[in-house]
Nanobody, 121 residues
Framework: QVQVVESGGGLVQAGGSLSLSCAAS????????MGWFRQAPGKEREFVGY????????LYPDSVKGRFTISRDNAKNTVYLQINSLKPEDTAIYYC??????????????WGPGTQVTVSS
């Protein structure tokens, strides 16, 4: 079992930046890949970033490439999502997930409760 919990969400103005964190526990952190997803009101959950256990490999959908950066600190059992140039359409609940498979689509086993990001125009 892996437990994950997100933090760092909030209300941000368009054009600003935000860094989300996700702390994981329960297994050796570096042994599994992590992912970030988001779900906007009335929309399906959307993949926004993947990082391998070592951090050497990352993956983003075209919709966020260049604005979103996923990273991890295996010494702190934490994965991060840096979001720059925020847009109102980035408003969503952001979810961190653990034990992810780099497939089409990216699939993950364990999920956090989510953190709300709201971008005002």
């Amino acid at each position: 079992q892996v437990q994950v919990v997100e933090s760092g969400g909030g209300l941000v103005q368009a054009g600003g930046s935000l860094s989300l964190s996700c702390a994981a526990s329960g297994r050796t952190f570096s042994n599994y890949a992590m992912g970030w997803f988001r779900q906007a009101p009335g929309k399906e959950r959307e993949f926004v970033g993947y990082i391998s256990g070592s951090g050497a490999s990352t993956l983003y959908p075209d919709s966020v490439k260049g604005r979103f950066t996923i990273s991890r600190d295996n010494a702190k059992n934490t994965v991060y999502l840096q979001i720059n140039s925020l847009k109102p359409e980035d408003t969503a609940i952001y979810y961190c997930a653990a034990e992810c498979v780099k497939a089409e689509p990216v699939r993950c086993t364990y999920w956090g409760p989510g953190t709300q990001v709201t971008v005002s125009s």
